[in-house]
């Protein structure tokens, strides 16, 4: 007896999904930068006021980089095939 069949070799490959996701560089404010006020003052004989000499506010805000995601990186079904023996017969 010997037993034949027929072979079929289907062969499914998908490469998925390839997403970079979200790259944003967010917010880059430098912010208020005030020198204030700088005033002399009187320059009497007694008083000598330099007056006030604010810095004022230097902020330098948001640097936030955001989001860098890869992503989905999926290789999906990748089947090498199948042997299906169809019709078998004995001879």
Same mark, same amino acid.
């Given at each position: 007896?010997? $037993?034949?069949?027929?072979?079929? @070799? !289907?062969?499914?490959?998908? $490469?998925? %999904? %390839?997403?970079?996701?979200?790259?944003?560089?967010?917010?880059?404010?430098?912010?208020?930068?005030?020198? #204030?006020?700088?005033?002399?003052?009187?320059?009497?004989?007694? !008083?000598?006021?330099?007056?006030?000499? *604010?810095?004022? !506010?230097?902020? $330098?805000? %948001? +640097? +936030?980089? #955001? !989001? *860098? %995601?890869?992503?989905?990186?999926?290789? @999906?079904?990748?089947?090498?095939?199948?042997?299906?023996?169809?019709?078998?017969?004995?001879?």
């Amino acid at each position: 007896m010997i $037993t034949e069949g027929k072979k079929m @070799s !289907d062969i499914n490959y998908n $490469t998925g %999904n %390839n997403n970079t996701g979200n790259n944003n560089t967010g917010n880059n404010n430098t912010g208020n930068n005030n020198t #204030g006020c700088y005033n002399t003052g009187r320059y009497n004989a007694g !008083d000598y006021n330099t007056g006030s000499c *604010n810095a004022g !506010d230097y902020n $330098t805000g %948001n +640097n +936030n980089t #955001g !989001d *860098n %995601n890869a992503g989905n990186w999926n290789s @999906s079904s990748s089947v090498s095939g199948y042997f299906n023996t169809e019709s078998l017969k004995t001879i």
